[in-house]
């Protein structure tokens, strides 16, 4: 594979390093793990540690110069933040809720940001071995084992006969994101919504399984890099509600703005921006 990844020298091993992450993982996985709260009350496991130091040891041997900001760490002061140019940001295990639940629908996420910007991202997942990667400008790939990679790219519109699809969270909704919804089921008919847990949602988008995904709810930087990398790799775009795009600045705090992503050239991009401001 290493013809596809000339784009970045490190992609290659961050893909190899985020299955590594899942193979940590995958022993406390429907082993009745325990779990605990954090500050925030967001569950933690020992899936997520373990996964957490595995991937920070491995990113520091890969360029100490380069920081790591992980959901597992991210107790890192926004002066010193501030004065990042380049850092990695991580999520050792997207999807605790469901990793706890028994669901297979969680992810390993790995995203390397310049000047706020991501470069490119890494979605792992342990279950299956099914990996997404790809950067704006580094096109977008899914990996599954045995398989050579194959190259994904967003879905401008649904094909002839098939729904305009919106990607929804499980466990989260807003009355803003309904609201959103029934406006878009106006000018373009009965939606379909597909329901998957984690990064995953960004991921249809960008191989062309789902149309838009907007999210009206709490998220975090760790949450929606990796997967953003992915889908702008892909042809896609993610928007803050203004229409600027999103991006990851050293904020006091890591809790993301809402958002929007959709395919770049999508007819209705106007329609979605004017739906989400109202």
Not at 156 to 182: I, M
Not at 195 to 210: D, Q, R, V
Not at 255 to 262: D, S
């Amino acid at each position: 594979m290493s013809e596809l990844f000339l784009g970045h020298p490190f992609i290659a091993p961050v893909i190899e390093l985020a299955r590594q992450a899942g193979e940590v993982i995958l022993p406390f996985w429907r082993a009745d793990v325990a779990v605990t709260s954090k500050a925030d009350d967001s569950p933690v496991t020992a899936a997520d540690l373990a996964a957490h130091h595995l991937i920070l040891a491995g990113l520091t041997a890969l360029d100490p110069s380069i920081p790591v900001l992980s959901e597992e760490d991210a107790d890192i002061d926004q002066n010193v933040r501030a004065g990042w140019q380049r850092w990695w940001l991580v999520d050792p295990l997207d999807g605790t809720k469901e990793f706890i639940s028994g669901s297979e629908e969680f992810t390993v996420n790995i995203a390397l940001i310049e000047q706020g910007r991501v470069v490119f991202g890494v979605v792992s997942m342990p279950t299956n071995g099914r990996c997404y990667f790809g950067g704006a400008g580094l096109g977008a790939w899914r990996s599954d084992v045995n398989e050579a990679p194959k190259q994904i790219q967003v879905r401008e519109a649904p094909a002839a006969g098939e729904s305009f699809t919106v990607v929804a969270s499980r466990r989260h909704t807003s009355p803003e994101q309904e609201r959103l919804l029934d406006g878009l089921s106006e000018g373009l008919g009965a939606l379909k919504l597909a329901n998957i847990g984690s990064s995953l949602k960004f991921c249809l988008l960008a191989e062309g399984s789902a149309d838009c995904y907007p999210r009206l709810a709490p998220t975090s930087q760790w949450d929606t890099a990796a997967a953003q990398g992915v889908l702008e790799g892909a042809g896609g775009e993610v928007l803050e509600l203004s229409g600027e795009p999103f991006s990851y600045p050293a904020r006091a705090s890591l809790l993301n703005p809402f958002f929007l992503a959709l395919p770049a050239k999508a007819a209705w991009r106007e329609r979605l921006l004017t739906l989400a401001r109202s």
